[in-house]
């Protein structure tokens, strides 16, 4: 099995959450990557995360990409978005979820968060993005 | 220690132009670019016979996705009568055209051009809002940042809440530099918002006041700044006036060998440091308050350039948000960081203060035509190092830098200037 984003993306559809993992040093990649850029070893192998971390920073966004726009999201009904540190030490951007996007004073850096599989649309416009739900 | 790297020759820039930066309907990048070009011609004191040019470097982040057209370089390139010279297009999303200089610094430097143009042209006005921001979101890593719904202000946004949690810095901190610069942008009869914030509060009001509707009233600039109708939130903590507009224009760049810049003008404009760096995408950085890219470009051309941050007379940085400009003051060393929002507290970086930064208005206000805009601020260090710059001019300024970001600091480009008479 290869070590691509395509491979990551057919994980994400089977709802679970995998990174690659250096059988020479043991760094854990999260974008998947198919060499370890830090000793150079091919040596890699599929490791599942337990999608649980802190977010990091955030941000509540009024004016979105398109397919966000197909969501229903607009000035009136923003979205959140942020930066996650797993528990295993990668760093990741997904949708925040569990929040209100429109009192973004009141979502704290800092927060458990744990992973949730988002979706939108079949067949060519089929799209897969990570989101991380606020815990507690 | 390793050894400052030098270049294999010096390189001089003696003439510069730009087309009106804004929102032009009939205009497609090459008739931007033949305006810039138009420009330039007028610039070069001495003159010059566009036939010597040897080679053209262009910068463009996407005319592909803009205007459907690739291959941008060798049609601007024919359009200002370079045929058939070497035209090559360099994107790297909004370091494009710093980095386009960089290439044609490295090709005089290295001995194979006497003379090359550089240039950079963007129209990003054709599409809808909605589509220029799928656009914008293709700058970013798309499969793992901006896929899950963060665009190019988000982005920055994260970097600005990260900054506020991390020093302390408030919304009033990015407001203040919006309002610095579209004061400078005010005094630039080439920027695309040639009005301070003052101004355009005027124009709405007036707008109001003729189509019969309530009048908004606003006590001040910082006023405005914080009502959510004058200035709405875009991806928050950024609101509108935090971002960069939607522009359509070009600059170039005559750039020569140092020993024949004297045969084109009196006054050269040297090149005396370049430096570039690259980092990952956003989520994945251990620092999320300043940008490693240009930390490492600007430690190259300091070192190049054998003077350091306090010698820096006058720059020009990449203020796509008003977040990007204080951690490029904090990442140039112009301040410690974490320091850059009582820099602006003080008015530091005003036109009058000791460190004057984006007297042209920057991004912010004179529009941010992306793969032109590293190539407009060259623009400006030039006609501010030969007090050129009108009533926007700083007095006496011999040393400049500019300082180009690519996405959100995916790569960086810093260069150091020095009039010599």
Same mark, same amino acid.
């Given at each position: 099995?290869?070590?691509?984003?395509?491979?990551?993306?057919?994980?994400?559809?089977?709802?679970?959450?995998?990174?690659?993992?250096?059988?020479?040093?043991?760094?854990?990649?999260?974008?998947?990557?198919?060499?370890?850029?830090?000793?150079?070893?091919?040596?890699?192998?599929?490791?599942?995360?337990?999608?649980?971390?802190?977010?990091?920073?955030?941000?509540?966004?009024?004016?979105?990409?398109?397919?966000?726009?197909?969501?229903?999201?607009?000035?009136?009904?923003?979205?959140?978005?942020?930066?996650?540190?797993?528990?295993?030490?990668?760093?990741?951007?997904?949708?925040?979820?569990?929040?209100?996007?429109?009192?973004?004073?009141?979502?704290?850096?800092?927060?458990?968060?744990?992973?949730?599989?988002?979706?939108?649309?079949?067949?060519?416009?089929?799209?897969?993005?990570?989101?991380?739900?606020?815990?507690? | 220690?390793?050894?400052?790297?030098?270049?294999?020759?010096?390189v001089a820039i003696v003439g510069v132009?730009?087309?009106?930066?804004?929102?032009?309907?009939?205009?497609?990048?090459?008739?931007?670019?033949?305006?810039?070009?138009?420009?330039?011609?007028?610039?070069?004191?001495?003159?010059?016979?566009?036939?010597?040019i040897e080679a053209c470097y262009?910068?463009?982040?996407?005319?592909?996705?803009?205007?459907?057209?690739?291959?941008?370089?060798?049609?601007?390139?024919?359009?200002?009568?370079?045929?058939?010279?070497?035209?090559?297009?360099?994107?790297?999303?909004?370091?494009?055209?710093?980095?386009a200089l960089r290439q044609g610094l490295i090709a005089i430097a290295?001995?194979?051009f006497d003379i090359v143009l550089v240039g950079?042209?963007?129209?990003?006005?054709?599409?809808?809002?909605?589509?220029?921001?799928?656009?914008?979101?293709?700058?970013?890593?798309?499969?793992?940042?901006?896929?899950?719904?963060?665009?190019?202000?988000?982005?920055?946004?994260?970097?600005?809440?990260?900054?506020?949690?991390?020093?302390?810095?408030?919304?009033?901190?990015?407001?203040?530099?919006?309002?610095?610069?579209?004061?400078?942008?005010?005094?630039?009869?080439?920027?695309?918002?040639?009005?301070?914030?003052?101004?355009?509060?005027?124009?709405?009001?007036?707008?109001?006041?003729?189509?019969?509707?309530?009048?908004?009233?606003?006590?001040?600039?910082?006023?405005?700044?914080?009502?959510?109708?004058?200035?709405?939130?875009?991806?928050?903590?950024?609101?509108?006036?935090?971002?960069?507009?939607?522009?359509?224009?070009?600059?170039c760049i005559l750039l020569v060998a140092g020993?024949?810049a004297?045969?084109f003008?009196?006054?050269p404009v040297?090149i005396?440091?370049?430096?570039?760096?690259?980092?990952?995408?956003?989520?994945?950085?251990?620092?999320?308050?300043?940008?490693?890219? !240009?930390?490492?470009?600007?430690?190259?051309?300091?070192?190049? +350039? =054998?003077? %350091? #941050? &306090?010698? @820096?007379?006058?720059?020009?940085?990449?203020?796509?948000?008003?977040?990007?400009? !204080?951690?490029?003051?904090?990442?140039?060393?112009?301040?410690? +960081? =974490?320091? %850059? #929002? &009582?820099? @602006?507290?003080?008015?530091?970086?005003?036109?009058?203060?000791?460190?004057?930064?984006?007297?042209?208005?920057?991004?912010?206000?004179?529009?941010?035509?992306?793969?032109?805009?590293?190539?407009?601020?060259v623009?400006?260090?030039?006609?501010?190092?030969?007090?050129?710059?009108?009533?926007?001019?700083?007095?006496?300024?011999?040393?400049?830098?500019?300082?180009?970001?690519?996405?959100?600091?995916?790569?960086?480009?810093?260069?150091?200037?020095?009039?010599?008479?």
């Amino acid at each position: 099995m290869g070590f691509s984003s395509a491979e990551f993306y057919n994980y994400l559809e089977g709802k679970k959450f995998m990174g690659t993992r250096c059988k020479a040093c043991g760094k854990v990649y999260l974008p998947p990557r198919p060499i370890c850029i830090e000793c150079f070893s091919e040596r890699m192998e599929w490791v599942e995360l337990s999608g649980k971390g802190r977010l990091l920073t955030f941000t509540c966004i009024s004016v979105g990409p398109s397919f966000m726009v197909e969501l229903g999201h607009d000035r009136k009904n923003p979205y959140c978005c942020g930066i996650v540190k797993l528990a295993e030490g990668p760093q990741v951007s997904g949708q925040i979820l569990g929040v209100n996007p429109k009192e973004p004073e009141k979502i704290k850096v800092g927060s458990l968060v744990k992973v949730e599989f988002l979706k939108k649309d079949e067949g060519e416009k089929k799209r897969y993005w990570l989101g991380f739900k606020v815990e507690g | 220690m390793p050894k400052a790297k030098k270049l294999g020759r010096e390189v001089a820039i003696v003439g510069v132009g730009m087309s009106k930066f804004g929102v032009f309907p009939d205009k497609t990048t090459r008739d931007l670019f033949v305006e810039a070009f138009q420009d330039l011609k007028q610039s070069v004191d001495k003159g010059f016979d566009p036939k010597e040019i040897e080679a053209c470097y262009i910068g463009n982040f996407t005319s592909d996705l803009f205007e459907g057209q690739c291959h941008t370089a060798p049609i601007m390139a024919d359009w200002v009568g370079q045929i058939p010279k070497p035209a090559t297009r360099i994107e790297n999303a909004c370091a494009s055209g710093g980095i386009a200089l960089r290439q044609g610094l490295i090709a005089i430097a290295s001995g194979l051009f006497d003379i090359v143009l550089v240039g950079g042209t963007e129209k990003m006005s054709n599409l809808p809002t909605e589509k220029v921001t799928d656009a914008l979101a293709a700058a970013g890593d798309v499969l793992y940042e901006t896929n899950c719904g963060l665009t190019f202000p988000g982005l920055y946004a994260t970097m600005a809440k990260a900054h506020m949690e991390r020093y302390g810095t408030k919304a009033e901190h990015l407001m203040k530099v919006g309002i610095k610069n579209h004061r400078n942008g005010a005094l630039n009869p080439k920027a695309q918002f040639n009005m301070s914030i003052a101004d355009i509060m005027r124009s709405k009001q007036e707008k109001a006041r003729k189509e019969g509707k309530p009048v908004p009233q606003w006590e001040d600039e910082m006023s405005f700044m914080k009502d959510d109708l004058g200035n709405p939130v875009i991806a928050w903590p950024l609101r509108l006036f935090d971002c960069s507009p939607i522009t359509d224009g070009a600059a170039c760049i005559l750039l020569v060998a140092g020993e024949i810049a004297r045969n084109f003008t009196y006054h050269p404009v040297y090149i005396i440091g370049t430096g570039q760096g690259s980092d990952h995408s956003l989520p994945e950085r251990e620092e999320l308050t300043s940008l490693r890219a !240009i930390k490492e470009a600007a430690k190259q051309a300091y070192e190049m +350039a =054998g003077v %350091g #941050p &306090k010698d @820096i007379e006058v720059a020009e940085v990449h203020d796509c948000f008003t977040i990007a400009e !204080i951690m490029a003051i904090e990442d140039l060393g112009f301040f410690p +960081a =974490g320091e %850059g #929002p &009582k820099a @602006i507290d003080e008015g530091l970086t005003g036109r009058e203060g000791p460190k004057p930064v984006n007297p042209s208005g920057g991004l912010k206000a004179k529009g941010h035509p992306i793969g032109a805009s590293g190539v407009g601020q060259v623009v400006e260090i030039f006609h501010q190092l030969r007090g050129e710059a009108g009533l926007r001019q700083i007095p006496g300024v011999r040393i400049g830098l500019t300082h180009n970001v690519g996405t959100t600091g995916g790569s960086g480009v810093v260069h150091i200037y020095e009039r010599r008479d």
